[in-house]
């Protein structure tokens, strides 16, 4: 499974971005995705994640003004972004949950909140 983030940029504190993920390859062995993020200095975390039923979860941090949702017909999976805050600023990473226990990740992509 490969995968494909984009949608990163620059934004003002308060205002939003969507992240796609397009999965390419054995889709059939995704189990769900997920968003996670790495701020300078500081270790990943998970932001949210969806299963193949819609189940999600997420960072408290985030909750309320992230949303994470997934389009099977497009093998994508998306991240929206509300109400950014200057602490959202990392670099965000797309990884899937695959039914043989490996979990692949994507590039990352670059979020940048400030004024």
């Known amino acids: 499974v490969q995968l494909q983030a984009s949608g990163g940029g620059l934004v003002q504190p308060g205002g939003s971005l969507r992240l796609s993920c397009a999965a390419s390859?054995?889709?059939?062995?995704?189990?769900?995705m997920g968003w996670y993020r790495q701020a300078p200095g500081k270790q990943r975390e998970l932001v949210a994640t969806?299963?193949?039923?819609?189940?999600?979860n997420y960072a408290d941090s985030v909750k309320g003004r992230f949303t994470i949702s997934r389009d099977g017909a497009k093998n994508t999976v998306y991240l929206q972004m509300n109400s950014l805050k200057p602490e959202d600023t990392a670099v965000y990473y797309c990884?899937?949950?695959?039914?043989?226990?490996?979990?692949?990740w994507g590039k990352g992509t670059q979020v940048t909140v400030s004024s």
């Open positions: 390859g054995s889709i059939f062995m995704i189990k769900g």
């Open positions: 969806i299963t193949n039923g819609g189940s999600t």
């Open positions: 990884n899937a949950d695959l039914l043989n226990g490996i979990n692949p």
